[in-house]
Each structure stands twice: as C-alpha cells, then as structure tokens.
C-alpha cells in the first residue's frame, strides 16, 4: 500500500512540476517572425519531425557562410516577393516522411507564439504540396511546450487571427 502511495504522489508533484511550467499547444498554431516582418502565419507540430521547417519556394546559397530565400509563395496571403538574406547555421541531412535523406540549409530566427519570444532552428524547404508553411519540432517543442492533438490555435485569440 505505502509503494502505491508513494507512486500516486510522485506522479501528482510530476504532472504539477509540468503543468506549472510547460505551455499546451494543439496539432496546428499560429506564430509571427518577426525578423522577417511575418505575422499570424499558420503551422504544424510535429512531434515526430526533429528540427522546424520554413516553406521556401526560392532558396540559393550566395556563399559559404550566407543564404538567399524567400517565405511562402503566391498562393499565400502573406507572400511578400521579398528576399531574405541570413547566415546559414549548418546543412543538415534530414529523412522526409517518403524516406529519401535530403540536405538542407538551416537558419536561425526569432518566432513569437504565446506573447514569448524563442530562438528556433529552421530548415529551409519548399513545402508548397504541403497545408501547413511552417512545421514547429521537437527541438522547438522542447523549449516548454506538451502536445495535446485534440487542441487546435491555442496560441492565439479570434481577434489576433483577422
């Protein structure tokens, strides 16, 4: 009996230790980026994607170190036909849902989601057969965040959204 006591506590002060800190998210959000001038962009989490995705439908390396890219495309509202220039972090190879290893350029950028502001790696990737121009990981994911899939656009209020 003292074991099962002990277990039900333990259990108790973790799930309160979680909920205290972590902020719950659904299986779609919304975000700004705001070093790129981005506001209310739609995106989706993905527990089972290790690093987050940025829909580029340009993407050039201008140079060891620098990438050229824009956000979106024209068939988004957002779309700006502005090009971005960045630092490249790293080239990373990454596995798609088909199983082919691509590589990719990674950026660093601000993304602001809940009022907070968190520094996140993206790849760049044109993902125009996709729904979703964003796709937030689990590195993201892990700077505080639980999955719950039944919920949708925690992040933001109806007013925000328009």
């Known amino acids: 009996m003292n074991k099962l ?3 039900l506590v333990t ?3 973790s799930f309160q ?7 719950l998210i659904g299986k779609y959000d ?5 070093v790129l001038k ?3 962009l739609r995106a989706k989490i993905d527990t089972g994607a290790k690093t987050s995705s940025l829909h580029c439908s340009y993407i050039k390396q201008i140079d060891e170190n620098s990438v050229e890219f824009d956000v979106l495309d024209d068939t988004h509202k957002k779309y700006k036909e502005k090009i971005y220039t960045m630092p490249i972090k790293r080239v990373a190879s990454v596995r ?7 590589k990719r350029f990674v950026i660093s950028t601000k993304v602001v989601i809940f009022d907070n502001t968190y520094d996140v790696e993206f790849t760049l990737r044109n993902r125009a057969k996709m729904n979703y121009p964003i796709l937030l990981g689990r590195e993201f994911l892990k700077q505080g965040f639980l999955v719950d899939v039944r919920e949708e656009y925690l992040s933001y209020s109806e007013e925000k959204i328009k």
Do not use: C, M, T, W
Not at 30 to 34: F, I, S, T
Not at 96 to 101: T, Y
């Open 11 to 13: 259990l108790l002060f």
């Open 17 to 23: 230790s979680l909920s205290a800190k972590d902020l």
């Open 5 to 7: 006591v002990f277990i």
């Open 38 to 40: 981005l506001k209310n």
């Open 96 to 102: 798609s849902s088909n199983g082919i290893v691509e």
């Open 30 to 34: 919304r975000l700004d980026l705001p």
